[in-house]
């Protein structure tokens, strides 16, 4: 009966936590989407984590509220010990900036902007190369080229491209005399916006080295305690003692999740918050 309720307490410590991702979840997901596919990686990493932390410190303890911990351990623990959302920033931001590079350099030599734009799915990075065929799909399709870049500014949904991409949609809504040197322009900014996000992700190293170290010291502590002093948390077992648990454990998780804050970089407000629909 008590592994039972553990396991029940684990559904639902993972329902709770994989409802709270979907409310504060910032990137967009198609209405048509399927629920699998539109769960994230970083997501269901979370989620897989739960569900282990549950299971662990259930089982070791027999405790409903146990479980509960342990699921909501395994969620937040996946993106403390990971490595910072800034990598996959800078990544796409140099990936971006190259490809208005290419871009600038393809413009010369084709007539206008979106048969350059074509001619550069080929030697685009990796990363962006999805994003940029989809580009040209809209645009072949009937979207005006303006939107086509606000709907590429919605799917890499970060504030930083937004703001290489702004002159680009300029470029397409109003022509431009000068374009290489506007294209010269926002690639040289978007190396900005890269050199400064690198400046802040080594400012933040420290506080989160910190951070590590103590969610592992604490929970390496707790571990322990669990599995050599089993006296120690007999108290617990009651009632009261759960109710008391609980308290303790929603002070740890503000702790640990205000120094997760500061570690993290802020967001920056959005230019472009939701796909364009063509006209």
Known sequence: MTVLIVLCSTGVGVGIALIVAGLFATTPVAKKMSFAKGIDTATRQSAVAALIGAAVVGLITQWPVGALIGAAVGWTLRSALSSSSSTRVTNRLDALATWIETLRDSVAAHRGLVAAIESTVPSAPASLRANIEALVIRIKSGTPPDRAFAALASELADASADEAIAPLILAARFGG?????????????????????????????????????????????????LTIGHGYFTPFSTTTGQIVLVVIAGLFAVGFGMMNRLSRPQPMPRLFESPAQPS
Do not use: S
């Open 177 to 225: 005399a000068d374009l290489q040197n506007l294209l010269g322009t926002a690639a040289a900014n978007t190396r900005e916006q890269l050199a400064l996000v690198q400046r802040t992700e080594v400012a933040r190293a420290k506080p989160r080295r910190e951070m590590r170290l103590v969610v592992v010291v604490t929970l390496g502590f707790v571990l322990a305690t």
